[in-house]
């Protein structure tokens, strides 16, 4: 059955070469390109464009699937608009036609389009599931990442606040040291001054009584 349901939706593309002789479709979409193109060095990675996904439309077929309804319904018809595709009529030929024939089996314009939006709503649950389950993984994969980035940034403006602060410490650190070193030559020049000054006092003195003393030794006999 499943399928069957399928064939209503995917064309089959004749000459054209899939994993099984032939490539499938959905009608008035294109195929997903067989590989990614890489990111060009230095550039951030981008979501591609949405591509019909045959894994994702298993998923939804299957929910119409155990959700068809009895009698005839959007499914048979849309089964009678499949059938008169390749009949040369145009579109409103070929709905008219395919409606004339549901009539037969009691189908009405208001059953088919109620029909329809119940297999609407089906696969619109399942949009819902899937985003339950994507929001799930965005969190994990990347909102706990974006999480940590934050903390990590941070982290980071604290660190270049305190190296701000260390560095306006250090410069007031090497500054006062420099007005220490200024201090200290300006000191031992001044002490050095002081003990020259006081040697040269010392020896004027010492020589004086020295030659007193040579002098008192020399006339007082």
Known sequence: MLKNLKSLFIVEEEGAQGPKGEQKTMPGTTQAPQGDTPAEAGQAATPGAGQVNQQFLEVLFKAMQENNLGGFDYLEFKQSLRSLEKMPMDEPTRFQSAFAMAQTLGATAQTLVQTAEHYLNIIKQEENKFNQAHNAQREKQIGNKENEIKQLEEVARTKMAQIAQLTK????????????KKEIEDAVVKVETTKNN???????LVE????????MKRYLK
């Open 169 to 180: 410490e250090i410069e007031a650190h090497k500054q006062k040291a420099g007005a220490l």
């Open 208 to 215: 004086q009584i020295g030659r007193d003393v040579e002098n």
């Open 198 to 204: 006081f040697v040269a006092s010392y020896n004027a």
